[in-house]
């Protein structure tokens, strides 16, 4: 039969990697003091892992193997059913991913696709794919949602803009008698190993539909504009590696991807499929590829919206409170090198403040005359200006006494650049700085852009977040 030849391949596989993936293994499983019980692991290897799970790990070396297997490059042989739409006639800018099943209390996926067309501009619309995966084996009502969106949405299927696809229940791996990591009781674990199986199945059907991904729920509110949003979080992060970009704090909401990463996240989602939740094989995903750190970006873009869960009709009133509904004007930060004359503390450093993630710079105690300099790679015009100072829990580390200045005719060496003559745009008021209309107070185009301490002060400074919003490009 074609689907025990499959699954017999997909066993095979699993044998043949298990040596060479046991960095991976370890990696991702030592976190979660996870026992290794699979039968294609041999007691020395079992062995081992916990042996090496009691030393400090050097991920590096697994690292590099992961990102260059092979195996994991191609797509999964998976036939899709197309339930609604067509193949897409020309490749997007961002396909969003929505996987659904019947839940036994409320259906908020008409609603999650109404507020994503919705929400989106007729330029925007021309730029996104959507894939609806049906990812129940209840035929009846997949055949009922498919009549419902096809009905609501027939237009943007026309556009070629939604498709609605379905996986037949052949190709799943076994979900019966799975390894109940963390006492789950065998139907979560059942639930939880599938929906890794779902979102596997999805990814691989969206690598080359588009440059990049996002992944949603199918009880999700957008905000106003995300497209645009997210495509300028993007153009700012140019140049910078990241494999991950996170626009909601919530589970596997709103996480952004490379189109070219989705084959191998789909490979390692199967992978692991029973080890644990899909938001958290996401965050071991991240780490494997080198990125370390989480990026992510407020206020929120997308919201959660359900109130019953999709396991069991419980109640889950999870709610992003960085969520903003209206349109938000993300700053354009355009490209500029940063300096300082204070004592940074640790690790602390200039970019941090000028960056678009939820990080700053920390600085001791600053004196009369010191600084925090911007100097743009361009001449720009810029339209406002806005830097905040201190954060929630130290709230006294503002600065007390400052100015912002810009300023023009830029001397010196790449790494010494400065300018000659400065601009004094305003005073810091309680920590904090604001100017709109800067091109019409300022009449050269901006190389440089400075916070200058004008009073000396006991008190360290955090500098929480500068932002630029530029207006248009001048003549040069």
């Known amino acids: 039969r074609h689907n025990l030849k499959y699954f017999d391949k997909m066993r095979c596989l699993r044998k043949r990697s298990a040596v060479s993936f046991l960095g991976i293994l370890v990696v991702c499983l030592l976190f979660m003091n996870l026992y290794i019980e699979d039968g294609y692991v041999l007691e020395g290897d079992k062995q081992l892992i916990r042996e090496t799970a009691t030393h400090q790990l050097n991920p590096e070396r697994y690292v590099h193997s992961f990102k260059d297997l092979s195996n994991f490059s191609g797509s999964i042989n998976i036939s899709y059913r197309y339930l609604a739409g067509t193949p ?80 037949p229940e052949e190709y799943y791996p076994v979900l019966d008698g799975l390894k109940r990591n963390y006492n789950d009781p065998e139907d979560r674990v059942k639930f939880r190993s599938k929906q890794n199986v779902d979102y596997a199945f999805l990814l691989n059907f969206c690598a080359n539909l588009s440059d990049y991904y996002v992944m949603l729920e199918d009880d999700v509110r957008c905000s106003k504009n995300f497209l645009t949003a997210v495509k300028k979080v993007i153009t700012s992060r140019e140049g910078s590696y990241w494999v991950t970009l996170e626009f909601s704090k919530l589970g596997y909401i709103g996480k952004l991807y490379h189109s070219h990463d989705l084959p191998r996240l789909a490979h390692f989602l199967l992978m692991f499929y029973q080890e644990m939740p899909c938001d958290w094989l ?82 001791k105690a600053p004196s009369t005359g010191d600084f925090y300099g911007i100097v743009f790679e361009k001449p720009i015009k810029i339209s406002k200006i806005k830097v905040v100072t201190g954060t929630e829990d130290r709230q006294n580390d ?45 009449l050269f185009d901006i190389n440089c852009m400075r916070i200058l301490v004008t009073k000396s002060q006991k008190e360290w400074l955090i500098i929480r977040s500068i932002s630029v919003w530029t207006s248009q490009t001048p003549n040069q």
């Open 282 to 363: 996401l965050i071991h995903f991240r780490g494997l590829l080198a990125q370390k750190e989480v990026i992510r970006f407020k206020p929120s873009l997308f919201q959660h919206m359900g109130y019953y869960s999709s396991y069991k009709g419980a109640e889950n009133k999870l709610k992003d409170d960085d969520f903003e509904e209206e349109s938000f004007d993300i700053p354009d930060n355009p490209p500029a090198n940063l300096h300082t004359n204070m004592n940074v503390f640790e690790n602390y450093e200039a970019s941090k403040a000028y960056s678009s993630i939820d990080e700053y710079f920390w600085g």
């Open 398 to 442: 503002i600065l007390h006494h400052g100015a912002l200045e810009v300023g023009e005719k830029i001397v010196g060496s790449k790494k010494g650049r400065q300018c000659t003559t400065y601009l004094r745009l305003g005073e810091f008021k309680n920590g904090n700085f604001e100017i709109t209309d800067v091109e019409h107070k300022v």
């Open 88 to 167: 897409l006639p020309r490749k997007r800018y961002l396909t969003i991913g929505l996987s659904s099943v019947k839940r036994k209390k409320g259906n908020y996926l008409l609603e999650t696709i109404k507020s994503i067309f919705e929400q989106s501009s007729y330029e925007e619309l021309k730029e996104i794919a959507v894939v609806v995966q049906l990812a129940d084996f209840d035929s009846a009502w997949c055949e009922g949602m498919v009549q419902d969106i096809s009905q609501k949405f027939a237009h943007h299927i026309i556009a070629g803009r939604l498709i609605v696809i379905h996986v």
